[in-house]
């Protein structure tokens, strides 16, 4: 998956703003204990990524 699929995702799911805040702010526990950012910054795929923040916020199986 492109970075710029996996950002158009996120904004469609979570509207821009807070798409925005989710990938800067929020730590997740299956990333390492890295944000969205720090993680795409340390090389992990956007793809495994998406399906972390997916995990984690209950998206729906076919918004997946």
């Known amino acids: 998956m ?8 996120m904004s469609e799911e979570f509207g821009a703003a807070r798409a925005e805040m989710l990938s800067v702010d929020h730590v997740f526990s299956g990333l390492g204990g890295r ?3 720090q993680a795409l910054d340390d090389g992990v ?5 998406w399906r ?5 916020f209950d998206v729906p ?4």
Request: aromatic fraction near 4%; glycine fraction near 0%.
């Open 52 to 56: 972390e923040v997916c995990a984690e």
């Open 2 to 9: 492109r970075i710029t699929v996996f950002r158009r995702l």
């Open 35 to 37: 944000t969205v950012e």
């Open 45 to 49: 795929p956007a793809k495994e990524i």
């Open 61 to 64: 199986a076919e918004r997946r």
